[in-house]
Each structure stands twice: as structure tokens, then as C-alpha cells.
């Protein structure tokens, strides 16, 4: 199996109270001004690439999964959306012709449209480039939200045969 | 307010920037009291004043600092005897005439003896001690020690220990979570505490809810009580524990029972506690089978019988005016460990009037606990825990002195995870998810992040004793234990210097 580095937010259900600062620091800093009043009462339309999925008490923040094989890239006509060296999977919003391709082939519903300059463009999580850590992960005040940067595979469910094993 | 009562005087009001407010609606979501709430049509997040509880959730969670939750600004006409308190209680209990409950501890302003009280240092005639240099030793045992020690010889003509010495609980800091039971707080405060006793040697104690099984691998950490209701008291249970303790009194509430009630009972609970669900958790005020200090020794002897005499017990009493001479009898029943609650201990939930006009400080109690035993000769056949209001490390080390072998702490490792003192844990809706069972709302708090702050205070605190310890050349806790010459005293009458046995400063 080829080795590339994972970098994935995983969402720890156990830890989520739905407080929703993730949305409130994913559409920060996916702001020009990356202040919080600005973004939200000035620049207007803020958009939060993250979303609490809440029901009951089971709540989480849900984002790209930035999966191995995206259905997403699979889907996508205009070769908007691609896999970065990083293992990243990146929209190019300058490609996107929005035709919704990528949104319904997501099993996670984590791509949804954004209306840049009055043209709506498929939005997804970029894992904050210029960030060490993304900005929901390092707004958690409950450490919902774990940011995994580990080489091969990434956090996964332990199989039965090897707990047995082990 | 439309619809309300009349009769409802707000305590606090939350100012809201609304140059700041970004309307994202956390505040709206964390509030548990229902007292912030969004308009829709305006676009705007507004607050009901007269269910605030002031707890600052919403102020802590904001993400612009646009929240101040202050005190109500608006006055009731001056008056020197009716404070703002006496009449809103009043007030209430006009309007529903029932008891008015509250929880945490003692808030009323009586004297704090802790703050009347100094420590000696070493100068010049005396060195003192680099406890970052040389060694300190912080480790207490706590249970019964031998009258005295018979040395022999074994054949080898090496000598060697005869007496059989009773089991004793080795505390690497003489400061143990203390009883706050599973339901009145929730799973994640306990496994918080579990952890974080673990993690310093030291111990939780369980409360009277029971232990519930997945803590079992922490019960070398673990006290458990079995107090008058007897809940999720089983062979198990006292199996796996490292001490029993015997309930008798708490500190807020002295001679009362206690109630969870049943809403609170979910199925983990029911479990534990072995009742079934939905039902109230009623402990009987005393034990129904403890009417005096011979049958406290059944039970005690129960125990002892039921876990092969290896583990210490410890008896619980709330600080209440004839303190010595029942603690006298509790040592002489056979306890191991007495632990004294004095009247600033917090709880889950009590009547306001009980919490704040019953009972003793612990500082005088256990000082005058300490003499009796001393006087009456038999101070080893017990180890003494203070509890009830040790809000610092400053504190331990005073009731060190005095004569505790070690301290509870309750109200300050709530504290330690969030809690800001609104009093409000009977409500069962604790808005930073310590003192609540809603499951959501039990989620704010995460034990991982919980076990590390109990791990910090302790930590520090243990800096912070080891540093008194060196400053007075004393380089052993136990070497401090009713050490009460290194005490002063200010501001106190004579007759409370005797009681507590120290000087005045300057003497």
C-alpha cells in the first residue's frame, strides 16, 4: 500500500455539546478579515465549511472527510475538485460550473454550495492552508474535534480478529 | 415578565454588547436555564434576566466577549435587616410554599478561621529548606496505627517486626476527592476523578451512589461509602474498594437525609445504584440500624468480616456541637479513619436553611476532635480527614497542623472542572455538565480534559505544600500533624485560640 500522509479531522461524538464555535471559526477564517465581528457583521454571508449535525444528544461537527477514493473527485465534470499531493481533496473554484455532481455523490453531505461574487460554487473543507492546526479543531473548547496528521492509514475502527489476537 | 410571576426580582442581568453580539447562538444553546433566547424576525439574541443564574456559561462560551453577565443592578429600598436574599425567598416561598432548596456549600458570612490563622517560618536559628533541592516528603498513611511496636529477633539474629500492623491507606498527597455521589454528579465527573487520583497516588471516594463497574479497575484508588440508603452497597462493591466509609453526617446538611430524585435515576444509575428506574433515591436521615456507637461497631465489624479485615473503614461525621466526644465513640467502635465535615461542605442538593445555620467550622471541630483523642490517648487508633471548606493549599497545610492526617475536597475539585458556584446543582441542569445527568448536557464534560485540571490542582498544590513544609524545616508532612506551635493566631477571642489550640501572633 502506498504510503501518503493522512490529515483528516475526525469528529469525537462523546466530546460535541453542539456549541457550534467550529462553524463560528470555519467561517472566520474562511473570512477576508478573519476577525469574528468583521466576518459576521460587516463582510455579511458568512459560511461555516464545517456543520454540527445535532440530533437529540448525539451531536457532531461534520466536514470533508478528505477520503482516500473521493466520490466527489470521481463525480465532478469540470475536474473542479482534485486529490492534492497532501491527501487533501481541494475545490478549484475558478472550474466549478456548480452542477451539483460532487454534493449529491458525497455520502457525507460535507459539500454544500456557497455563492461567491453572486455564482454559487461547490464549498467544501480546505484544512485551513496556512494554519498548523484547523481553526474548528483549535476552537473545540471540548476537544470534539481531533486534527490526525498521521502517516498510512488513518484512525480506524480495530477489527474483531485482532482484538482477539492482541 | 408576561405570564410570570409578579413576585420574580431577577438576581443577575446579562449586558449584551450587541456591537459585538455575531448572533451565532452558542449562548442560546448553552444556556440550560432557558434564559437566553433568539428572535427569529429581528435577528437578535436577547435574555430572560429572572432565569439567569448567573453560572457565566454564556459569557465563557462567547466567542466575541460581547456578554457580561453581572449582578442586578436594580435595588430593593435600603435595609440594613431584610437583605435582597430574605426577601426573594420569602417572596418564593409565598408564591409555592415549599422548601427552598439550594446546593454547594455554606455562603453565609461567618467567620473563616483558615484567614485568622499564620504559619511560623524558619529564620537564622532554624534552617529552612530548599524543597527543590532536597527531598520532601508528602506521604501520608491514614488508618489505625499500633499502640506500640514489639521488636524481636529471628533466628538469624536479625531484628524484625511483630506486631501486626492494621491496614493503612498510603496517600502520596494528603488531599482525597471527597464523597459526591454518582447521580448527584455524573459518570465523566467520576471517571475524572478516578483517573485523577490514579494519576497522583491518592483517592475519590465514591459517595453514596454506588460504583459504577467500569470504575472497578480503579478501586485501589477508590473509597466507598455505604451510607443510610445503602445504594449499590454489595460484596463487590466493598471488594474492589481500598476503604469503606460509613456516612453518617454531611457537613451542608447535618442530620439530614438525602433525595435524588427520580427523574435523575437513568438506567446506568438505576444499575449502580440498583433501584429501579425512574424511582426517587431516598437516604434516610440516620441509619436505620445505627442508633448509637455499639451498633455503629456492628457495622463496622460487618465490614471488617465482609473484606477479611484488609482493608481500613472510616466513619463520617458532619462537624456539629459535640464533635469530640462522638468522635471519641467512633474511634472506640473501631473506626480507622474519622472524617470531619464542617459546615462550609457543599452539596447536591439541601434545604438553603439547613445548609446555612447547621452546624460547626471545621476548624474548630478538628482541633477539638484532635485534643480529645490526644487527651484520651488513643489519637493513633485513628487517622483524621478534614473536609468542608479547604479551598487551598494553604488550608491543608493549616488543618495539617491542627491535627488532620489529610483533607477532603469537594467544592474545589468542582471548581477545578468549571464550576462557578451558582448553587444551582438540585436543579440537575448544571450548565457546565458537572452536577447534571442529561446526557447532552453531561457532555461539557469531557473526562480527559477533567482528569488533567483535578491532575493540575493537585500538582500545584503539591508545590505549593512542599514549599511551607521547607519554609518551616520540616521536610515530612507527618512531621507537621498537630504540630500547632507552628500556628499563630489573629484576630480571635481567647476562649477560640484555646479551642484551636494556638497562640496569639506575637506570643
Redesign the interface.
Known amino acids: 500500500m502506498v504510503k501518503q500522509i493522512r490529515r483528516r479531522v475526525y469528529p469525537i461524538e462523546e466530546n460535541c455539546m453542539g456549541c457550534r464555535l467550529c462553524e463560528v471559526a470555519c467561517a472566520v477564517e474562511h473570512s477576508k478579515t478573519k476577525d469574528p465581528i468583521s466576518a459576521f457583521l460587516e463582510e455579511g454571508n458568512p459560511f461555516s465549511l464545517t456543520v454540527v449535525e445535532m440530533a437529540g444528544p448525539v451531536s457532531f461537527s461534520l466536514a470533508c472527510r478528505h477520503c482516500d477514493e473521493p466520490y466527489c473527485v470521481e463525480a465532478c465534470i469540470s475536474g473542479a475538485l482534485r486529490v492534492e499531493d497532501d491527501g487533501r481533496v481541494l475545490v478549484y473554484e475558478e472550474v466549478c460550473v456548480a452542477c451539483g455532481m460532487c454534493v449529491v455523490s458525497c455520502p457525507w453531505g460535507a459539500i454544500r454550495f456557497r455563492e461567491v461574487d453572486g455564482v454559487k460554487k461547490a464549498a467544501k473543507c480546505d484544512l485551513c492552508p496556512g494554519r498548523e492546526v484547523p481553526a474548528c479543531v483549535a476552537a473545540c473548547p471540548n476537544r470534539a474535534l481531533i486534527f490526525d496528521t498521521a502517516l498510512g492509514p488513518g484512525l480506524e475502527l480495530v477489527e474483531e480478529e485482532e482484538i482477539i489476537e492482541g | 415578565m408576561l405570564y410570570e410571576s409578579i413576585f420574580v426580582f431577577p438576581t443577575f442581568e446579562v449586558e449584551r454588547d450587541y ?2 453580539c ?5 449562548c442560546v ?2 444556556c440550560t436555564f432557558n434564559a437566553t433566547y433568539y428572535l427569529p424576525h429581528r435577528h437578535k439574541v436577547v435574555t430572560r434576566d429572572t432565569e439567569c443564574v448567573g453560572c457565566r456559561r454564556c459569557e465563557a ?1 462567547c ?2 466577549g460581547a456578554i457580561k453577565v453581572r449582578r442586578y443592578q436594580g435595588e430593593f429600598k435600603e435595609n440594613a435587616y431584610w437583605s435582597p436574599r430574605d426577601l426573594k425567598d420569602l417572596y418564593k416561598q409565598a408564591e409555592q410554599g415549599g422548601v427552598i432548596l439550594t446546593g454547594g456549600g455554606n455562603d453565609r458570612e461567618y467567620p473563616i478561621y483558615w484567614d485568622h490563622i499564620l504559619l511560623d517560618a524558619c529564620q537564622v536559628t532554624n534552617p529552612s529548606i530548599d524543597p527543590l533541592r532536597e527531598p520532601m516528603e508528602l506521604r501520608t498513611y491514614l488508618g489505625r496505627k499500633p499502640d506500640k511496636l514489639d521488636i524481636g529477633y529471628n533466628e538469624k539474629g536479625e531484628p524484625e517486626l511483630r506486631t501486626k500492623i492494621p491496614p493503612n491507606l498510603v496517600a502520596d498527597i494528603p488531599v482525597i476527592f471527597a464523597p459526591m455521589s454518582y447521580g448527584a454528579l455524573n459518570l465523566n465527573m467520576h471517571r475524572a476523578e478516578a483517573a485523577a487520583a490514579k494519576a497522583m497516588g491518592t483517592y475519590w471516594n465514591t459517595g453514596e451512589g454506588g460504583l459504577h463497574r467500569e470504575l472497578y479497575p480503579y478501586g485501589d484508588h477508590t473509597i466507598v461509602q455505604v451510607a443510610s440508603g445503602r445504594f449499590g452497597v454489595h460484596a463487590e462493591y466493598l471488594q474492589v474498594s481500598a476503604a469503606m466509609e460509613i456516612k453518617i453526617g454531611q457537613g451542608a446538611k447535618p442530620g439530614i437525609g438525602g433525595h435524588l430524585p427520580g427523574g435523575k435515576v437513568d438506567e446506568e444509575i438505576s444499575k449502580t445504584r440498583m433501584i429501579p428506574v425512574g424511582t426517587d433515591a431516598l437516604s434516610p436521615a440516620p441509619h436505620h440500624d445505627i442508633y448509637s456507637i455499639e451498633d455503629l461497631r456492628q457495622l463496622i465489624y460487618a465490614l471488617k468480616e465482609a473484606t477479611n479485615y484488609e482493608k481500613p473503614v472510616s466513619v463520617k461525621i458532619a462537624a456539629v456541637h459535640n464533635v469530640a466526644a462522638i468522635a471519641s465513640g467512633i474511634a472506640r467502635a473501631g473506626a480507622d479513619i474519622i472524617v470531619l465535615d464542617g459546615f462550609r461542605g457543599g452539596t447536591g442538593a439541601s434545604p438553603a436553611i439547613v445548609r446555612d445555620y447547621v452546624g460547626i467550622p471545621i476548624e474548630l471541630a478538628l482541633a477539638a476532635v484532635d485534643q480529645r483523642l490526644r487527651d484520651e490517648g488513643i489519637r493513633n487508633w485513628v487517622s483524621l480527614i478534614a473536609a468542608g471548606g479547604i479551598r487551598n493549599s494553604g488550608d491543608v497545610i493549616k488543618a495539617v497542623a491542627l491535627g488532620a492526617d489529610a483533607v477532603y475536597i469537594g467544592t474545589a475539585a468542582l471548581l477545578a472542572v468549571g464550576c462557578t458556584l451558582c448553587h444551582k446543582c438540585y436543579t440537575g441542569r448544571c450548565a457546565w ?1 458537572i452536577t447534571t445527568n ?4 453531561a ?2 464534560l ?1 473526562p ?2 477533567a482528569a488533567e485540571r483535578l491532575t493540575n490542582l493537585l500538582r500545584a498544590w503539591a508545590q505549593e505544600m512542599k514549599e511551607m513544609l521547607g519554609l518551616m524545616g520540616i521536610n515530612a508532612i507527618e512531621s507537621l500533624r498537630g504540630n500547632r506551635l507552628r500556628l499563630r493566631a489573629v484576630g480571635l477571642s481567647k476562649e477560640e485560640m484555646d479551642i484551636l489550640g494556638i497562640l496569639p501572633a506575637g506570643a
Do not use: A, S
Open positions: 456591537e459585538k455575531i448572533v451565532c447562538k452558542t444553546q448553552q462560551m466567542p466575541t455538565g442529561d446526557p447532552f448536557i457532555k461539557r469531557n480527559e480534559i
